[in-house]
């Protein structure tokens, strides 16, 4: 039998350590996955490796939203709010298959924090900020028409609210795509590669410059060499861990903990709430996956281990007491269906006095000469700050800008390409392929809505087996071609790769406790996994649950 994820994974290692690289990024979260993308794009020979899996760390853990960050008005960040609103535009049409536009709403309670005055003004900046080009305009609804919305919010004390638009997106999948589209471009990306050490040079002339790295597949603990002209320090909340592998001392982040839950479904309405907690903190109501409710995020200073950041029941407490305050008595702790976490890497700033009002802007540092610090920033402006990064790696590399010109702005990334309204393309494809496959429209819909035009390439192994048209649990649409393609096709390497990044089935009912094992079983067959690793790998996925009832 041909092990093609294994295969293509040996020779993508070799080609690591064979190539001297114009860029190497270490961290393949969102930032360096954007970074990735943008340089190979340009043609510049680029390398990316993460010692998890892709967007391992707070690229899977955000609260899943493309939004310009209406709240950041409040501390005058304008220029940021106005590049969101361009690149959350441009995230729709580049995305299509996996973010979506979708209204917010902020009710306006007797004597609280946003009045009618505040809200008057945030609307009003942030469509002038978007240059009128969001989805819509912002406008008020009455008592009336917000509760017709939301019908079980709190109402005594109710007197209007802001309707605006931002969006939703699968925050993992949107990683992997850009992954994915650096790839095609010519990357080479591998998953759980750890990063040991830095190898260093001393020019006369210039100092201390870096020659690349040294690291570590976690898989098989090989040791592996892999040079690299520039290197991009793009780790997140490891960043001060990365740049301390050289002896620096200096920290460059606040990192601050967010935590999510999911719950039953709180409201038909598909619009996003806004609510404000006891200390005055904004926190989301989103909806989930159609069954569910996305809950979060706290912002709380984090200096623990990254690794594995505990949702505690001191976070689940203070979460459901925010929701119970403006919807009355709708959830208790056994509601919550899983929960997870994320580390945000802000720059750290004197001025700021609280997490709340740590910017979210990012910066470039040269670190030495030719390695780079990419950190801070927000997910919705990644294609930005990859440009701008990519344009100061043409700089060290003594690049003309004009041979090499940005091209990601008017491109598609990975599954989107030639969709252009999500809708129609869904009219299209799902009526004939529920026909022909004999499936329901939710196992379907969920198919072509995950994998956009990448789709086909699940229905082709159906063609061959149509036993894999099986669902992997109950009252979830995945099935067992998914399994299939996601390893041979999207680098995944482990159980909790498959069950939280590439699918989500982690966040939802019953946190795949009931299938874990069909999927450990599958998996292993194809990634020649014995009884030993396949229970391993389940006894793993348990371990880092973030919520255990």
Not at 180 to 199: M, Q
């Amino acid at each position: 039998m041909t092990l093609i994820a294994l295969e293509k994974r040996k020779k993508d290692l070799e080609l690591l350590v064979k190539h001297e690289f114009d860029i190497l990024i270490v961290g393949a979260g969102i930032t360096g996955a954007g970074i990735a993308w943008d340089a190979a794009m340009r043609g510049l020979k680029v390398a990316i490796i993460d010692k998890e899996d892709f967007g391992a760390g707070t690229s899977s853990g955000s609260s899943k939203l493309v939004h310009a960050g209406m709240r950041y008005l409040a501390y005058l960040e304008f220029k940021l709010v106005k590049l969101a609103s361009k690149e959350r535009m441009w995230m729709f049409r580049a995305l299509p298959h996996i973010t979506e536009p979708i209204p917010f709403l902020i009710p306006i309670f007797k004597k609280e924090k946003n009045t009618f005055a505040r809200m008057l003004l945030a609307g009003t900046l942030y469509d002038i900020l978007s240059r009128f080009k969001n989805t819509d305009k912002s406008a008020f609804l009455s008592k009336e028409k917000t509760l017709e919305k939301i019908p079980n919010l709190r109402s005594n004390t109710l007197k209007r609210s802001l309707f605006y638009w931002d969006g939703i997106m699968d925050d993992a999948r949107v990683t992997l795509e850009t992954i994915l589209s650096a790839r095609e471009f010519g990357a080479i990306a591998v998953n759980h590669v750890k990063v040991d050490s830095f190898i260093k040079e001393t020019n006369s002339e210039i100092g201390e410059i870096v020659k690349g790295v040294t690291a570590t597949d976690t898989l098989s603990d090989e040791k592996i060499t892999i040079k690299a002209k520039i290197v991009i320090n793009a780790t997140g909340p490891w960043t001060d861990q990365v740049i301390g592998m050289l002896g620096d001392e200096s920290k460059l982040l606040r990192t601050t903990k967010g935590i999510h839950i999911i719950t039953k479904k709180l409201f038909d309405s598909n619009t996003v709430v806004v609510i404000v907690t006891d200390d005055r903190r904004e926190m989301f109501v989103i909806p989930f996956r159609k069954k569910y409710t996305l809950i979060g995020t706290t912002d709380t200073d984090y200096r623990d281990k990254f690794d594995h950041v505990a949702v505690t029941q001191e976070d689940i407490d203070y979460v459901i007491s925010a929701v119970n305050n403006d919807f009355p008595n709708s959830i208790t702790k056994d509601d919550v269906i899983s929960a997870y976490s994320g580390i945000r890497p802000l720059i750290l700033s004197p001025k700021a006095k609280s997490e709340t009002d740590t910017s979210r802007w990012f910066e470039i540092i040269e670190t030495r000469p030719n390695l780079l610090t990419v950190t801070g920033g927000k997910y919705t402006i990644f294609r930005y700050m990859a440009e701008k990064s990519v344009n100061k790696c043409l700089e060290i590399l003594d690049l003309n800008k004009k041979d090499y010109p940005c091209k990601t702005e008017k491109s598609q990334l990975h599954g989107g390409v030639g969709i252009t309204y999500i809708i129609d393309y869904l009219r299209k494809h799902v009526p004939p392929l529920m026909k022909k496959y004999d499936l329901d429209f939710e196992v379907v819909d969920h198919i072509v809505h995950t994998y956009g035009n990448a789709h086909t390439m699940i229905f082709d192994l159906i063609d061959k087996n149509e036993k894999l048209k099986e669902r992997i649990a109950e009252d979830r649409p995945h099935i067992l071609a998914e399994i299939i393609y996601i390893v041979e096709n999207e680098m995944c390497l482990t159980l909790s790769d498959f069950l939280l990044r590439r699918t989500q089935l982690q966040l939802i009912e019953n946190q795949a406790l009931d299938c874990v094992e069909k999927v450990a079983k599958e998996m292993g067959r194809i990634l020649e996994w014995d009884n030993k690793r396949q229970k391993e790998e389940i006894e793993n996925y348990k371990k880092d649950l973030m919520w255990k009832q």
